[in-house]
């Protein structure tokens, strides 16, 4: 191991283990896949076999640039999480804890104009169309109780 090996790693306020290597390190932040974190390795023109902790500040800090800005270095609009967002209709890539926020913003519009997905989150059911009437039981307690 060389000296200047780091077994922690700050970026983008979430902590990554210097141990793993870089493609899988990525991933530690909310919002980035594997996928994604393969593609910003290549682009930013990383060994992604490398260790998250043999990195220099140089290549964390272009790491750190394409996720930031990844329609500055090419990475095409299907390829981000966040696309046509309702408010402004842009396309960009939620990460950390930007993406938690936005999340959190969706399902308060959601349950403010009372749509059904809404509805269904505010009572806290299923919201994507499965059976809920013999499974999920364990999460919460039933209204009523079976039959005596």
């Known amino acids: 191991m060389s000296p200047d090996f780091q077994h922690i790693l700050r970026v983008l306020n979430t902590n990554i283990d210097g141990r793993r ?16 974190s393969n593609l910003i390795c290549k682009k930013a023109e990383v060994d992604p076999n490398k260790r998250a902790g043999e990195l220099t500040q140089d290549e964390v800090e272009k790491l750190v640039a394409i996720i930031q800005q ?13 696309q046509r967002e309702w408010k402004t209709g842009k396309t960009s890539q939620a990460f950390s804890n930007n993406l938690s926020a936005k999340l959190r913003e969706d399902l308060e519009r959601l349950k403010k104009i009372r749509c059904h997905r809404g509805l269904r ?7 994507r169309g499965q059976h809920t009437c013999t499974t999920g039981r364990r999460g919460k307690t039933m209204a009523v109780d079976g039959k005596k």
């Open 70 to 82: 990844p329609k500055q270095f090419k990475i095409p609009e299907w390829f981000l999480n966040r």
């Open 121 to 127: 989150h505010y009572w806290g059911i299923r919201v």
């Open 21 to 36: 290597k870089v493609m899988f390190a990525l991933c530690k932040i909310q919002g980035i896949g594997r996928r994604f």
